[in-house]
Nanobody, 123 residues
Framework: QLQLVESGGGLVQPGGSLRLSCAAS????????IGWFRQAPGKERERVSC????????YYADSVKGRFTISRDNAKNTVYLQMNSLKPEDTAVYYC????????????????WGQGTQVTVSS
């Protein structure tokens, strides 16, 4: 009943762009902090970005600063991750996660998770 669904992933060349969406159903995202995580094969899941629910404060991993932008549209109950200047090392499954408490760094602290969307950056 309470779900997050990611979309917008795909195959893109280095230097290209993708816009990921995280749509909520069964609850309102405007009451949750939303994080974007990614996980590449053989690596741990890492947080790439997060946005707060009150003032839209944003956080970014050093590896994506200046290239990725997180935003939210409460009317659409959706959070976005605009990814520009993509690099091969950005290749991963991208997940969105929601929690009412804060922009946690570690995955176990989030209450809700989507199923992920694959992003592949390759020439």
């Amino acid at each position: 009943q309470l779900q997050l669904v990611e979309s917008g992933g795909g195959l893109v060349q280095p230097g290209g762009s993708l816009r990921l969406s995280c749509a909520a159903s069964g609850f309102s995202l405007d009451r949750y902090f939303i994080g974007w995580f990614r996980q590449a094969p053989g690596k741990e899941r890492e947080r790439v970005s997060c946005i707060s629910h009150r003032f839209a404060n944003t956080y970014y991993a050093d590896s994506v600063k200046g290239r990725f932008t997180i935003s939210r549209d409460n009317a659409k109950n959706t959070v976005y991750l605009q990814m520009n200047s993509l690099k091969p090392e950005d290749t991963a499954v991208y997940y969105c996660a929601a929690d009412p408490v804060g922009c946690h760094l570690y995955p176990p602290q989030y209450e809700y998770w989507g199923q992920g969307t694959q992003v592949t950056v390759s020439s």
